[in-house]
Structure formats: C-alpha cells, structure tokens
C-alpha cells in the first residue's frame, strides 16, 4: 500500500515552532513594554475582546461554582430583610436598585456592575461565588474577606427578589431589615476596625465606599 497522505510532511518542524512561538512572545513583550495599549476603563474593549473576557470570567466562574449547594432557606423572609440592610448600604453604590438613580461610582465603572433590579442574575450558587471572592480587574469586591457565608446568602437571596421589586416595596424592605450592619454581623467574630462595638452612640458604619463623601 502506498503512503497517500503522510500528515508529518505537512506539519512545520519544532524548530520552527519555538522560533515562532518566541517571535510572537517578544513581540508581546514589547507591546507590554511600551505602554502603547490604553488601560483606561473610559475605553471601551473591542467587540471581540470583550465578548472573550466574558466569557472567560463566566466560565471561571461557572466551574469554581460547582460544588455550592444553596441553602434550603434562602427564601426565608429573615434572609431576604438582612439581605436588604446589607445590600442598601454595601452594593447600591455600584449596582444600584429599583427607584435608585445612576451613581457617580456607577457611571464610571467598566465593566459595568450588571442592575439587578433589571437583569436576571447569575444563578445564585455563582451569584454567592462571585460575592464572597469578588472578580479581578474588575470593581468587584470579594465580600468573603470581611463577611460570613450566612450574610452572603443573604445578599444573594436578596438579589433574587429585586427584579420583581417596585422602588416602594425596595424602599419597605431596606427599613425592615435589622437595625444596623453591626446588628447583622453580631455572630461574627469581632474583627479589626469595628471599634465603635461597644459604643451605644456610634452610627451603623457604612461600608459602600463614596456614601459618606460630602462635596
Ligand atoms: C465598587 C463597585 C461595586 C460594589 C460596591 C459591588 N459590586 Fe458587585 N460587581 C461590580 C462589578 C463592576 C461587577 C461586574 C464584574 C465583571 O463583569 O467582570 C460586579 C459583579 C457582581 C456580581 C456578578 C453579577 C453577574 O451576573 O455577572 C454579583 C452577584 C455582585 N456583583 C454582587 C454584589 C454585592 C452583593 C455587592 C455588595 C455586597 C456588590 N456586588 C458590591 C462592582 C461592584
């Protein structure tokens, strides 16, 4: 039998392949180098970077999601009023909510933190995976540092009711939620920086950043 098609012959040879291989990456390096690539978020990805580094970050988070089970509770209205105290004071400065306008942070931001209110979210496993280790290059927290599973449930089973939430009925849940942030996190070991535990006259300290700056 003769040979009709011996795929070797048409492969390029290894040699040829490394230098190849260090030509793109010295040239990589260069453009690195010179700073030529603008980082700045007012300038907006092309269509096809883009669309790679979204679905780079939901595969990322879709596999280190797997394994969550979301709790059986999640829609206990317990869950849902602290997930609300929580979500108005940390969350809205970025992600908004319903009656809430567009921030100064919001508008800035790139990418975009997703409205909840308006948006179907991730799938709440992804949701308490994204919360809890926050995303790189990006404006995402990871929560986990500071706050409990329990709180970050919380927040996702808020998250969860707010497409179907008028700004009135947003508004209602905020004012149910328990009292203060230090309230919410009572269970929680006492951490460095809440000094103001003991002190009966201190305010709830708010987290979400640019709350509290006057102009
Ligand atoms: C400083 C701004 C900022 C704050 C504050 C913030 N986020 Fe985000 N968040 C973002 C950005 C930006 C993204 C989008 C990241 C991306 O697309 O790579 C995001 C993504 C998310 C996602 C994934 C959404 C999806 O469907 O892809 C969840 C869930 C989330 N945030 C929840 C929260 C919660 C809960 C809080 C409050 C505890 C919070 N975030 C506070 C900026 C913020």
């Known amino acids: 039998m003769s040979k ?48 790679t580094l979204d679905e780079f970050r939901e595969r990322s988070i879709a596999t280190h999601a797997r394994d969550i089970k979301v709790p059986a509770d999640l829609n206990d209205p317990k869950r849902i009023a602290a997930g609300a105290g929580l979500y108005n004071e940390m969350c809205t400065g970025c992600h908004l909510g319903p009656g809430l306008e567009k921030s100064e942070l919001s508008q800035g931001l790139y990418p975009a933190a997703p409205e909840f209110a308006r948006e179907p979210g991730q799938p709440a496993a992804e949701q308490f995976w994204t919360i809890k280790h926050g995303v790189k290059m990006s404006a995402m927290p990871a929560w986990g540092k500071t706050h409990d599973d329990q709180l970050i449930w919380d927040m996702v089973a808020f998250i969860g009711q707010l497409p179907k939430m008028t700004p009135e009925q947003y508004k209602a849940a905020v004012a149910s939620a328990p009292e203060s942030h230090d309230e919410m996190m009572e269970h929680m070991p006492p951490m460095a920086g809440q000094m103001d535990q003991h002190d009966p006259a201190s305010k709830p300290h708010t987290h979400a950043p640019g709350h509290e700056h006057s102009h």
């Open 4 to 51: 009709a098609f011996d795929l070797r012959r048409h492969l390029p040879s290894t040699a040829f392949v490394i230098v190849a291989l260090l030509i793109i990456g010295a040239f990589g390096g260069i453009f690195i180098y010179l700073g030529v690539y603008n980082i700045g978020a007012d300038a907006p990805h092309s269509k096809l970077v883009y669309g």
